[in-house]
């Protein structure tokens, strides 16, 4: 394997036909790549990346490494489907920009010392797939103020920040968290899962970002296909940041993202009955009211009752 550019450079191992060093562009050693399985009959790789450490440029130097690899593999080598296996910490985009779907966790696979273990992703993608754009691409959408994007588990500690503090803003609002919930482990562990939902088409966990700050929330989630078409949304704001319109943009970018993107008909949202300043967003954003559903959601330690909203598109614009 070779790279065309200046940027990365992947040179086999004297000797070892199935690893490979990489190498940025003044020749300091920044990964390896390993190929654990090649079944030339079914024309099939699987290859596992491991990078040493961060590297300025990094987002650059993989997605180059990952455009090198599919056109060597698909193109000269023939091959129709390759799986990556990358650990946890590793960044996913370069990878989801080139059509990549998640096929698999492989939890706790990688040991890293007695109390300490780490989760392995598996992404594949054929060399159709390869060729076809994908949604799954659009991971920011900029507003006029704020800015929209996808939650991978690269944003641990920005949201562990965000909940560390709005902890009592937030309590009355949202189900009782434990103690663990307000550690770095449990943060990543929720955006590893919210990513896989992300990335299977389950839901759509955007952060709010205002000049590069994390300053709320917003969850599509209960995505439902067919003759439905439905979704519910959830969101949270900064309690510094509350009244300045924020929410009120996100959620319209939202919408559009729900309608023109993920095409859907329907979308669904509830507040507690004496949350004023969430249904006047709501309302603000064309939802209408649908009713009270009573003990609808488990909110610090009690059932609550809740004000139901919807939207639907209007498919006659």
């Not at 790279?3 to 060093?21: C, F, H, R, W």
């Not at 706790?108 to 054929?126: A, M, P, Q, V």
């Not at 770095?184 to 709010?208: M, P």
Request: aromatic fraction near 12%.
């Amino acid at each position: 394997m070779g790279s065309e550019k200046n940027l990365i450079t992947i040179e086999q191992i004297k000797g070892n036909e199935n690893e490979y060093v990489l190498k940025d562009n003044v020749g300091i050693n920044i990964g390896r790549i390993f190929i654990v399985d090649k079944n030339i009959k079914n024309k099939y790789m699987l290859i596992r990346i491991k990078l040493y450490k961060e590297s300025n440029g990094l987002y650059n130097l993989l997605s180059e490494l990952i455009d090198s690899l599919l056109y060597k593999l698909f193109w000269e080598k023939k091959i129709c489907k390759l799986n990556l296996l990358v650990n946890q910490d590793f960044d996913f985009l370069p990878i989801i920009e080139k059509g990549f779907e998640l096929e698999g966790v492989l939890k706790d696979n990688i040991y890293i010392n007695r109390n300490e273990y780490k989760s392995e992703f598996l992404f594949g993608i054929t060399d159709e797939d390869y060729k076809k754009s994908d949604i799954k691409s659009q991971h920011a959408i900029k507003g006029k103020h704020i800015e929209l994007r996808i939650l991978t588990p690269d944003y641990s500690n920005e949201l562990l920040n965000y909940c560390i503090r709005n902890r009592k803003h937030l309590e009355m609002y949202e189900p009782h968290r434990e103690e663990r919930y307000f550690t770095i482990d449990a943060q990543q562990s929720y955006l590893i899962e919210s990513y896989k939902g992300y990335l299977n088409g389950r839901e759509v966990n955007f952060g709010v970002f205002k000049q590069g700050k994390l300053i709320g929330k917003i969850r599509v989630t209960n995505i439902t296909l067919g003759v439905f078409r439905n979704c519910t949304v959830g969101y949270s704001m900064d309690e510094m940041e509350q009244g300045k319109g924020y929410m009120k943009e996100a959620l319209n970018l939202t919408i559009e993202y729900i309608f023109d993107v993920l095409q859907l008909h329907r979308i669904e949202a509830s507040t507690l009955l004496d949350n004023v300043r969430s249904q006047a967003v709501l309302k603000a954003c064309g939802f209408k009211e649908l009713g009270i559903n009573e003990k609808y959601l488990f909110i610090n330690g009690e059932w609550k009752d809740h004000k139901t909203f919807y939207k639907t598109f209007n498919w006659s614009e």
